[in-house]
């Protein structure tokens, strides 16, 4: 596998991962330290990382101990509506840390439906 640097970052400055950086990040809870989910339309299943850091991906330190504190308490204690709402809020925490680097992320959050959706200009039902 490739370590150099993905050539063309765009505006991902200091990106340093040796796939290109995502264009479709998805929140969503895992038994594991995983809560952000690469489903760029264009990633290489073989070579591109699927789980995202969110230090790779420099959010802020708050929001990521925001989140890997709601995903520690994924099926804690069942998924409570409470437990979903947060991280619903949470997604639309993430998407204007991308905004306002101009990067273009498409934020979803996998809901507890199973259902993807972008967050950006939504509301939640």
């Known amino acids: 596998m490739d370590t150099e640097p993905w050539p063309d970052p765009?505006?991902?400055?200091?990106?340093?991962?040796?796939?290109?950086?995502?264009?479709v990040v998805v929140l969503m809870a895992e038994h594991a330290d995983v809560v952000l989910w690469?489903?760029?339309?264009?990633?290489?299943?073989?070579?591109?990382?699927?789980?995202l850091d969110p230090r790779v991906l420099r959010l802020s330190d708050r929001l990521t101990a925001r989140l890997f504190d709601w995903n520690d308490r994924?099926?804690?204690h069942g998924t409570s509506r409470t437990w979903i709402d947060e991280g619903w809020a949470l997604a639309h925490d993430?998407?204007?840390?991308f905004d306002a680097r101009g990067l273009d992320v498409e934020v979803r959050y996998h809901d507890g439906d199973g259902s993807e959706p972008a967050v950006?200009?939504?509301r939640r039902t």
Do not use: F
């Open 74 to 76: 994924y099926g804690a």
């Open 94 to 97: 993430v998407q204007p840390e």
């Open 38 to 51: 690469n489903r760029s339309p264009v990633r290489s299943p073989w070579h591109d990382s699927y789980t």
């Open 120 to 122: 950006r200009g939504r």
């Open 10 to 23: 765009g505006a991902w400055h200091g990106w340093t991962e040796p796939w290109p950086p995502p264009t």
